[in-house]
């Protein structure tokens, strides 16, 4: 669980304030516009256009994008017919569903809105999904629901499923099932020569192997093919400590949760909430211990019996674990919802010792005095150390532990920020695991930071697809690979 910091106050402030962002004049006659409109059911905006910041606004309002046109697409013609104006223009594509995931302005692109594409369709038979990129997890899992199945959603079923997935996607489910992205059957995707390809192990073994793990490098996914696990409830929720009791309570965790079967996931995460009314009294305004857990074996029994040693860790405020449906998995993390400005930055460990928790605490403990909503370890291993039985591109298949840590990206911190949580996660170097989680990377240097987030031979064989299928970096937005070793002055770190 994260606060919602107020958006007030983000205006004036270079980072965050459109006004003082570069509004490149668009580098297209408006004949070329008006002849995209006739060949787009959805909405097109040109830069000054009216509706144009609405159509592009973002969850994390820390970062405010300024492209050079818009396109909302209702359908994968829609996307084509943006790729192809984009390559004819030498524009860069970006492509936003929730706008949960944008970590810089995409300025002077060409922006893809999907979040009007939004077709769920289950095979209950074949036990799948087909899945539109604007689609949120929480209409899948009630879909799929009414069949007793569920998909690997993360910790927020408000989150997009397409562009989490693409990144790998780890939620509660992992340790048992995998990656979200271990689950794709197919993709269809626009590629920068302004095609639609269906793609999946046996039509293009290569990119299909690329694009599940290596994000939105490659094209823009209109839809996916999942498929979906036999499971209508779970053993769920989260307890929340006492600051007093966090050292007690995270060695504690760092014995226990090595000791759970792969049925169980657990995170626990350092908080400082704000004093805001829609918290729960216990809560408001204080530091606590939260931990997250939850269990999918057959006998929710067994999972009750595997938490009662955290439960006598430390004083509890407040907390509750308690039999879930697939639809309510959101109660283990409880992440807001409303948009807020936000800085993540995340990494692994390859272990977890007494030493490293002391480290944790003398960093981003509660006793000290760091502007961070939110620092978190959460367990990896069991099926997410696995590749599936078609390998992809995930990374960070090695690691046991990821670390994340979180901050309010507002004006006063914004110089700061970075700089604190870059340094809680430089305490933990002696304990790292090679790589990220790409959907963990936030803020980022440049290319060379993201492409580390996979050992060198799929970096290499990342860049080989990246080439071979982009050569020109259409797709160059968030966090993609470039065929290229640089960034452009457009690259603007949001």
Same mark, same amino acid.
């Given at each position: 669980?994260?606060?919602?910091?107020?958006?007030?106050? !983000?205006?004036?402030?270079?980072?965050?304030?459109?006004?003082?962002?570069?509004?490149?004049?668009?580098?297209?006659? /408006?004949?070329?516009?008006?002849?995209?409109?006739?060949?787009?059911?959805?909405?097109?905006?040109?830069?000054?256009?009216?509706?144009?910041?609405?159509?592009?606004?973002?969850?994390?309002? =820390?970062?405010?994008?300024?492209? =050079?046109?818009?396109?909302?697409?209702?359908?994968?013609?829609? @996307?084509?017919?943006?790729?192809?104006?984009?390559?004819?223009?030498?524009? &860069?594509?970006?492509?936003?569903?929730?706008?949960?995931?944008?970590?810089?302005?995409?300025?002077?692109?060409?922006?893809?809105?999907?979040?009007?594409?939004?077709?769920?369709?289950?095979?209950? @038979?074949?036990?799948?999904?087909?899945?539109?990129?604007?689609?949120?997890?929480?209409?899948?899992?009630?879909?799929?629901?009414?069949?007793?199945?569920?998909?690997?959603?993360?910790?927020?079923?408000?989150?997009?499923?397409?562009?989490?997935?693409?990144?790998?996607?780890?939620?509660?489910?992992?340790?048992?099932?995998?990656?979200?992205?271990?689950?794709?059957? /197919?993709?269809?995707?626009?590629?920068?020569?302004?095609?639609?390809?269906?793609?999946?192990?046996?039509?293009?073994?290569?990119?299909?192997?690329?694009?599940?793990?290596?994000?939105?490098?490659?094209?823009?996914?209109?839809?996916?093919?999942?498929?979906?696990?036999?499971?209508?409830?779970?053993?769920?929720?989260?307890?929340?400590?006492?600051?007093?009791?966090?050292?007690?309570?995270?060695?504690?965790?760092?014995?226990?949760?090595?000791?759970?079967?792969?049925?169980?996931?657990?995170?626990?995460?350092?908080?400082?909430?704000?004093?805001?009314?829609?918290?729960?009294?216990?809560?408001?305004?204080?530091?606590?211990?939260?931990?997250?857990?939850?269990?999918?074996?057959?006998?929710?029994?067994?999972?009750?019996?595997?938490?009662?040693?955290?439960? %006598? =860790?430390?004083?509890?405020?407040?907390?509750?674990?308690?039999?879930?449906?697939?639809?309510?998995?959101?109660?283990?993390?409880?992440?807001?919802?409303?948009?807020?400005?936000?800085?993540?930055?995340?990494?692994?460990?390859?272990?977890?010792?007494?030493?490293?928790?002391? %480290?944790?605490? /003398?960093?981003?403990?509660?006793?000290?005095?760091?502007? #961070?909503?939110?620092?978190?370890?959460?367990? !990896?291993?069991? /099926?997410?150390?696995?590749?599936?039985?078609?390998?992809?591109?995930?990374?960070?298949?090695?690691?046991?532990?990821?670390?994340?840590?979180?901050?309010?990206?507002?004006?006063?911190?914004?110089?700061? #920020?970075?700089?604190?949580?870059?340094?809680?996660?430089?305490?933990?170097?002696?304990?790292?695991?090679?790589?990220?989680?790409?959907?963990?990377?936030?803020?980022?240097?440049?290319?060379?930071?993201?492409?580390?987030?996979?050992?060198?031979?799929?970096? %290499?064989?990342?860049?080989? @697809?990246?080439?071979?299928?982009?050569?020109?970096?259409?797709?160059?937005?968030?966090? =993609?690979?470039?065929?290229? &070793?640089?960034?452009?002055?457009?690259?603007?770190?949001?």
């Amino acid at each position: 669980m994260t606060p919602t910091p107020r958006a007030s106050g !983000l205006l004036g402030h270079p980072l965050l304030d459109p006004a003082a962002l570069d509004v490149l004049a668009p580098p297209f006659p /408006a004949t070329d516009v008006h002849e995209l409109r006739s060949r787009v059911h959805g909405p097109v905006y040109a830069a000054g256009d009216d509706g144009l910041a609405a159509e592009v606004a973002t969850w994390n309002v =820390a970062v405010q994008h300024t492209p =050079a046109l818009a396109v909302g697409a209702t359908c994968a013609a829609d @996307v084509v017919a943006a790729v192809r104006f984009a390559v004819a223009h030498g524009l &860069p594509v970006a492509v936003q569903a929730t706008g949960h995931g944008p970590v810089r302005n995409a300025a002077g692109s060409v922006m893809v809105t999907t979040r009007r594409m939004q077709g769920v369709a289950v095979d209950p @038979v074949r036990r799948t999904a087909r899945v539109q990129a604007g689609v949120r997890w929480a209409a899948v899992l009630e879909a799929a629901a009414e069949h007793g199945l569920t998909g690997l959603c993360g910790s927020s079923s408000d989150v997009g499923v397409v562009g989490y997935t693409l990144g790998g996607g780890h939620g509660p489910l992992g340790r048992r099932f995998g990656y979200a992205a271990d689950t794709v059957q /197919a993709v269809e995707i626009v590629t920068a020569d302004g095609t639609l390809r269906r793609v999946d192990a046996t039509s293009d073994p290569e990119l299909f192997w690329a694009v599940r793990g290596g994000k939105g490098a490659f094209g823009v996914v209109t839809a996916i093919e999942i498929a979906l696990v036999p499971l209508s409830s779970v053993l769920g929720g989260g307890v929340f400590f006492a600051a007093e009791d966090a050292a007690a309570v995270l060695h504690a965790y760092r014995q226990w949760a090595p000791t759970l079967p792969e049925e169980a996931s657990s995170s626990i995460a350092v908080l400082r909430l704000p004093p805001l009314p829609d918290l729960p009294p216990p809560l408001q305004g204080q530091t606590v211990v939260h931990l997250r857990y939850l269990y999918c074996g057959d006998d929710l029994a067994e999972g009750e019996r595997l938490l009662a040693p955290m439960q %006598a =860790a430390g004083r509890i405020v407040l907390g509750a674990v308690v039999p879930l449906l697939t639809t309510e998995m959101d109660a283990v993390h409880m992440d807001p919802r409303d948009p807020m400005p936000a800085w993540e930055k995340g990494m692994l460990l390859a272990e977890l010792t007494a030493e490293t928790v002391e %480290a944790f605490l /003398a960093a981003a403990g509660p006793d000290v005095p760091v502007p #961070l909503v939110m620092a978190e370890i959460r367990q !990896l291993g069991g /099926a997410l150390g696995r590749q599936p039985a078609v390998p992809d591109a995930v990374a960070g298949r090695s690691a046991a532990w990821s670390v994340l840590v979180v901050g309010p990206m507002v004006p006063e911190l914004a110089e700061v #920020l970075p700089r604190i949580g870059r340094g809680v996660l430089d305490a933990l170097r002696p304990w790292a695991a090679p790589g990220c989680l790409v959907n963990f990377l936030g803020d980022v240097s440049g290319p060379e930071e993201v492409l580390a987030a996979w050992d060198s031979a799929d970096a %290499a064989r990342l860049l080989a @697809v990246k080439r071979a299928v982009d050569p020109g970096d259409v797709f160059s937005a968030g966090h =993609a690979l470039r065929a290229r &070793p640089s960034w452009g002055p457009r690259d603007r770190v949001g």
